[in-house]
């Protein structure tokens, strides 16, 4: 089994859009970005948007649901330079503990919500549950960091 090239992981509750698209996947220099996302994945809404986003960048985009992520990553093409994102700490812990090789966890837009309060940056918002998920990635060897846009400064979780 192959190591898939994840050359970013990103947490953004908006998953793809111009930031991803323009930003993050040219800094990344990846070529495919793979949305795990068990709603998005049968969203063809959603997936035609956030294909538009991609395809003006002229960058790859696979929509998987999370199980489906973590069956086939291992079969990526060493050609493909993944970006890999997921809505929510508790499905990038989900893809982690399922196997896939994160080594690093960049946390990007995280939504305010009730119940939920700021962490070091205005556009990350978390509760208890997220802050359990970020430890659980961290002992199993994660590095969890927040970067809003690349050249940010990087908080450590």
């Not at 549950?129 to 590095?143: P, R």
Request: hydrophobic letters at 40%; charged letters at 25%; a positive charge.
């Amino acid at each position: 089994m192959a190591k898939p090239d994840i050359v970013l992981a990103r947490i953004d509750n908006r998953l793809v859009h111009g930031q991803v698209g323009n930003a993050w996947a040219g800094a990344s220099k990846a070529n495919l970005i793979v949305v795990a996302d068990d709603e998005c994945a049968n969203d063809e809404i959603q997936k035609s948007v956030m294909k538009m986003t991609a395809d003006s960048v002229g960058i790859g985009i696979r929509f998987f649901t999370l199980q489906k992520t973590i069956d086939i990553i291992h079969k990526a093409s060493t050609k493909q330079h993944i970006f890999l994102v997921c809505r929510t700490p508790e499905n990038m812990r989900k893809l982690i503990e399922g196997g896939v090789p994160i080594e690093n966890v960049n946390v990007g837009n995280m939504h305010r919500q009730p119940g939920k309060k700021v962490l070091h940056e205005a556009h990350v918002y978390t509760d208890s549950k997220d802050m359990e998920d970020f430890e659980a990635m961290k002992k199993a060897g994660v590095n969890v960091y927040i970067q809003i846009a690349p050249g940010d400064k990087k908080y450590s979780v």
